[in-house]
């Protein structure tokens, strides 16, 4: 729900985000600047993450929770006129800076639009998008439009300095919050070890991964483990009740996805964000995923990486099976179960590599550094 606001928001901040992660990025930024003394209104589009952090929605960051070209493209008339009334207020009550957070087939249109609007202030984009695996053209875009970009990863920094984007990276930014996880209180049974299973922040690829999931879980039961599933925090309720009723009878867990991975032996689960805090832990995880058909072979045609797993793009090489579209099967989320878990060796061998590719997303503190950086643009 949209809330008119009246009055002087000269000393403002606009933030702007789509993702659960990106909310989650949003408290982190918030926080950051609330310990540097910045005071004035920060405000915008986020979720209970960003709101929770002290920052005010007037927009529902779930807006923008779409997976695939297809999802996208139907929602294109709805979010064409939110783009409008976001740039209108913005333009309105002139920030001194606005932040998007990653979901850049929203924020790179928002974005141009406001630079066209006349918008004068500082621009920042957290989690820029990933243009050195594909659609690069948006290169000229964050170049043109944004004052600094932040990305997630130092190969994104170098890639995107290299072609005149100014940017900085202070490490990930979750890298210190993950490795502080508490594991879960899970209890005991039987002295069984858990294995995390994740389908998913988003309607559609929880309703795609989940069946081979829970047939998977059959045959992990099967082997002595002790599978839990995942309710992620930022579902819309429909689906979180969906997942709840087709999970009966394996346990589920409503807490951070972080912290169930944090009590495991392994998770299996939906690519994106939760490989990356799989790997801060130094947890192995097969990848899962599945889009609509026409995601898919947009995908096949665009996307220049072999790899879709970050971990793996980090590594140069597969440290994390990654099963997409008709590969997402129980009887290949087992086969890489039993090739991982059946060899201590082989383990051995894996765990040495993840460990070894999690030391490169050590930077500093990526929060700290975002706070410090939009302070000193927004000052001068």
Known sequence: MEHCSNGDSSGSLFVSCG???????????????????FDGEIWGMMG?????????????????????????????????????RITDEIISRSPRGVVVIDSPDFHIPLVRTLRKKGYQGRVFYIAPPTVWAWRQGRVKALAEYCDICLPLFDFERAFLEGHGVPCRWYGHPLSGATRETVPADLGQRDGRKVVAMLPGSRSGEVRRLLPQMLIASEGIDRRGFRPVFSVAPGLDPETASFLRGNCEPWETYEGRGTELMAASEMVIGASGTAAVEALILEKFMIVLYKASFSSWLVYKAFVRSPLISIPNILAGGVIYPELLQSDVSAGKILGHFDLYMGSSQQRRTVDESIRATASVLNGGDAPAGWGAAIMEAISS
């Open 48 to 84: 209970p993450q960003g709101s929770s952090a002290g920052g005010r929605s007037q927009w529902d960051s779930g807006s923008l929770s779409l997976m695939g070209i297809s999802e996208v493209l139907g929602s294109v008339p709805r979010l064409w006129a939110l783009k409008e």
């Open 19 to 37: 993702e659960v992660s990106g909310d989650r990025y949003s408290s982190l930024l918030i926080h950051a600047l609330r310990s540097r003394g």
